[in-house]
């Protein structure tokens, strides 16, 4: 059973950072990237970061040059270490994972709960 898992999040002022981590459980075989996205009230789920297995990443023109992922050696583990934080940075932020589980199953995207995070001025 694959399990995705945010941790990190919380409440911090205008300015304040925070650092998100996720992990992945379940499902090593070969992992395609991880990505984090949010999602704030009435709002539609927007990407925010990506990480491929081989480290090449890709944000949002939003939080580029305030937020980086990173991710260990075994590539189950990420994390968005966030600065300069806006209040406009309030949400739920979910962790995807995308890879393979074995050589006889496609690729899927696996999806943790999600962590809070808001910033208040």
């Known amino acids: 059973q694959v399990q995705v898992v945010e941790s990190g999040g919380g409440s911090v002022q205008v300015g304040g950072s925070l650092r998100l981590s996720c992990v992945v459980s379940g499902c090593t075989y070969i992992p395609i990237h991880m990505s984090w996205y949010r999602q704030a009230p009435g709002k539609e789920r927007e990407f925010v970061a990506l990480?491929?297995?081989?480290?090449?990443?890709t944000y949002s023109d939003s939080v580029k040059g305030r937020f980086t992922i990173s991710q260990d050696n075994a590539k189950n583990t990420i994390s968005l270490q966030m600065n300069s934080l806006k209040p406009e940075d309030t949400a739920m932020y979910y962790c995807?994972?995308?890879?393979?589980?074995?050589?006889?199953?496609?690729?899927?995207?696996?999806w943790g709960q999600g962590t809070q995070v808001t910033v208040s001025s």
């Open positions: 995807k994972a995308r890879r393979f589980c074995s050589w006889s199953t496609p690729a899927e995207d696996y």
């Open positions: 990480i491929f297995a081989k480290g090449d990443t």
